[in-house]
């Protein structure tokens, strides 16, 4: 093969991928961002029942088993002794854990079974035997420049420095979405949970 080539080959190769690519984002199905709010809103009154956790009941289509993980982050104020602490041995200092609520789990499974089976109305799914995934992963960031003191806007004596610390929590799950008894899911016959195969 002629060396003079070989750039343009490999830029041809790369507009190619990047043209594959570009196809398989623009077909993926998604969902309407006024349906997202209303999955949500749905899932956050549904919470206070306790199904989330509870298999499929009887007459509930089993749509699929999906799993996705949500992230959250805090970013606290520490002081000058924390900071060190932190740099020196990586001693997290305190914080307050995010708080991972079951509907926010329910609500993101049930945006991807919407996506997955557009033609069922987002009230008629629902999300069974709801679980977390292995461990909460944790990673932190520290803000190495100190926070700008406010006193010394009016003139105050300068305060201990303080810093911003960055904690992010991820937390995998995984569950079973439904879809409640009614119409039948597009492509498929209704399969109720108490059938056995």
């Not at 961002?33 to 199904?51: N, T």
């Not at 982050?73 to 000058?80: K, N």
């Not at 990586?90 to 991807?112: C, G, N």
Request: glycine share 6%; hydrophobic share 35%.
């Amino acid at each position: 093969m002629n060396k003079k080539w070989l750039p343009h080959i490999i830029a041809v190769g790369a507009f190619v991928v990047l043209i594959v690519l570009g196809l398989a984002c623009a077909s993926t199905p998604s969902v309407p961002k006024e349906q997202k709010q209303k999955i949500k809103q749905l899932a956050e009154s549904r919470s206070s029942s306790g199904l989330f956790t509870k298999p499929p009941l009887e007459g509930e289509t089993v749509l699929d088993t999906f799993q996705d993980s949500l992230e959250k982050s805090v970013m606290p104020t520490i002081s000058l002794e924390e900071a060190q602490a932190y740099n020196n041995n990586r001693v997290l200092p305190k914080y307050d854990r995010p708080t991972f609520a079951l509907h926010e789990f329910a609500a993101l499974l049930m945006i991807k079974a919407k996506a997955q089976f557009p033609d069922i109305d987002v009230e008629d799914l629902d999300v069974r035997s709801l679980e977390q995934v292995g461990d909460v992963h944790i990673r932190t960031n520290m803000n190495p420049n100190p926070i700008p003191d406010p006193g010394r806007l009016l003139g105050l004596p300068p305060g201990p420095p303080k810093f911003s610390f960055y904690a992010y929590e991820t937390v995998n799950f995984k569950g079973v979405v439904v879809k409640r008894p009614g119409n039948k899911p597009s492509g498929g016959d209704t399969i109720d949970s108490n059938e056995k195969e």
